[in-house]
């Protein structure tokens, strides 16, 4: 049924000719044909098939996801499970990109038009590099990557990023393409109905998708969305106008930025940290404490830790990491989220993982006529490998800033 949603139009959307529109909704599908129907099948293949032939080979079972890596990749079933996903991907990103090709100089045209309509600010500092790490490879194969400008003014890698995610998520992303920092914002009503931050920061905020909800949640507050890609930020700041919401952007990098210290009083990403890499997680941590206010509170919201899942699980997560120009996604998941938090100085007792329940999934639920208890049970079964999202919700890393102590005269 999600996946009969459509993605609502905006005024910065790339506008897509019935012929691009079938060839989008062809690549959406094929997705989720692999989803439902070629990903059930690794199961069975390895139980019978892979799995006795590694004991057989090595004198013990498979241990680990690479250990079930190794013996899954020479099978013909895994392989053409893998070769499709890829297919599609790509698929994907091209349908969108003829869209966008086509109309680039009315896209620019009307981003510039967006942004000169609103009040909020647009940051891009001149001679900004972007980090190695993102430039050096177009992550989840997207053309050209967040960073790549083919001319002045340009959004083109924005534009592509809101349709193509939206296709990507096989439309879990809603029709706002929000569902993250949807999702993340009923957590916050339902568990901390009196928190009333006055500044807010979304760190590798993209095109904004997952930062106009908190806005609509906190319209007084001072909202900023930072991420090193200019063409991202560009496109994002004429969207949150097309929208019709002041939301201010930058190009920024997350390890640095330039805001004052105990500047915010929420820090949130939406999966951001698997994009980044192994030295520079620390330091959005780091820096997320230097720029909360005491008593503030971050929320990083991702996929699960690795010792979460099951190892079967994780073997079919991590395909991401071989097949999707993912290069951290199985790294960052073994990292210790809570060691490189009291590092950065938050205190153990005030950190720990929660759940977020998909936004969109309960508004199926309740969409169909089921009670608030059937929405509950959907938003709170078990994870399921291969969904866009873990079990109907998004897994968060949530820490508070201590308060400061006073000090005694």
Known sequence: MLNTFQQAPHAALPKATADEASRQEFAKSFKGFIQSTLLPGLTPIYQTRAAPKFERENGRAPADRRDIRASMVGDIYFQHYAAANRIAQELLWESVNVSVDRQLAELNAKAKELSASTTAQLVIPEGFVP?????????HCMPGGYCSEVCEDDISVGALYDRGVYLYSMGYTGPNNDDMGRSVVNYLKRNLPDFKPRRILDMGCTVGHSTLPYKELFPEAEIWGIDVGGPCVRYAHARAAAFGLEVNFAQMDATATTFPDGHFDLVVSHILLHETSGKAMP??????????????????????????????????LDNETWYNNEPFWGAMRDMDQYELAVKAGFDRADVRFDTAPMAVMEFAAAAEGYSQEASEHVAERDFTAGEFAPGGGWEVFIGRKAEAKAIAA
């Open 131 to 139: 980090p190695r790490y993102v430039t050096a490879l177009d992550i």
């Open 283 to 316: 330091k959005v941590f780091e820096e997320t404490f230097r720029v909360l206010a005491p008593g503030g509170l971050m929320i990083h919201a991702d996929l699960p830790p690795f010792d979460l899942m099951d190892p079967f699980t994780q073997f079919i």
